[in-house]
């Protein structure tokens, strides 16, 4: 795939992430929850930002991305799905489902970001996709533990 449609269709995939969360957050009546998921959204948003500093780098050194290959099925099966789950929430997903689909999201993502994390050799670019990674992670957990407290 090429790299600059790669780094796109992430931003894109990342800004659904953040509505998705925003949606489950509109859910629950907890408000310190709800804030914790507002937050995720946020964080999220980040994420799309880091990938558009991606896209800059490809801009101005496309040499650092010689030899990366990037299957494209992935990130448009985790765009599929991600449009799959704002859908059904429109449609009335509960709570704890919402946070559970995108629990399996998150997992997902971790993989795909950890994966091209050890793919890219140049030490900045590197240090963002593991950023994303770092990211995943976080929010993994912290879903995690919210699922656990239901």
Same mark, same amino acid.
């Given at each position: 795939?090429?790299?600059?449609?790669?780094?796109?269709? =992430?931003?894109?995939?990342?800004?659904?992430? $953040?509505?998705?969360?925003?949606?489950?957050?509109?859910?629950?009546?907890?408000? $310190?929850?709800?804030?914790?998921?507002?937050?995720? $959204?946020?964080?999220?948003?980040?994420?799309?930002?880091?990938?558009?500093?991606?896209?800059?780098?490809?801009?101005?050194?496309?040499?650092?991305?010689?030899?990366?290959?990037?299957?494209?099925?992935?990130?448009?099966?985790?765009?599929?799905?991600?449009?799959?789950?704002?859908?059904?929430?429109?449609?009335?997903?509960?709570?704890?489902? =919402?946070?559970?689909?995108?629990?399996?999201?998150?997992?997902?993502?971790?993989?795909?970001?950890?994966?091209?994390?050890?793919?890219?050799?140049?030490? $900045?670019?590197?240090?963002?996709?593991?950023?994303?990674?770092?990211?995943?992670?976080?929010?993994?957990?912290?879903?995690?533990?919210?699922?656990?407290?239901?």
């Amino acid at each position: 795939m090429d790299i600059a449609r790669f780094l796109d269709m =992430g931003t894109d995939l990342e800004n659904r992430i $953040s509505r998705i969360y925003e949606k489950i957050s509109s859910l629950t009546n907890d408000e $310190s929850l709800s804030k914790r998921l507002i937050s995720l $959204s946020r964080e999220e948003l980040n994420h799309a930002n880091i990938l558009r500093t991606g896209k800059n780098y490809l801009s101005e050194m496309p040499d650092l991305f010689l030899g990366v290959q990037l299957g494209d099925e992935e990130i448009q099966e985790g765009l599929e799905d991600a449009g799959a789950l704002l859908s059904e929430l429109d449609i009335g997903l509960s709570f704890p489902e =919402g946070l559970k689909r995108i629990l399996q999201l998150e997992k997902r993502f971790e993989q795909i970001h950890l994966g091209i994390s050890v793919e890219i050799g140049e030490p $900045s670019l590197k240090k963002l996709f593991q950023a994303l990674t770092k990211g995943d992670q976080n929010h993994v957990r912290i879903l995690s533990e919210i699922i656990a407290a239901f």
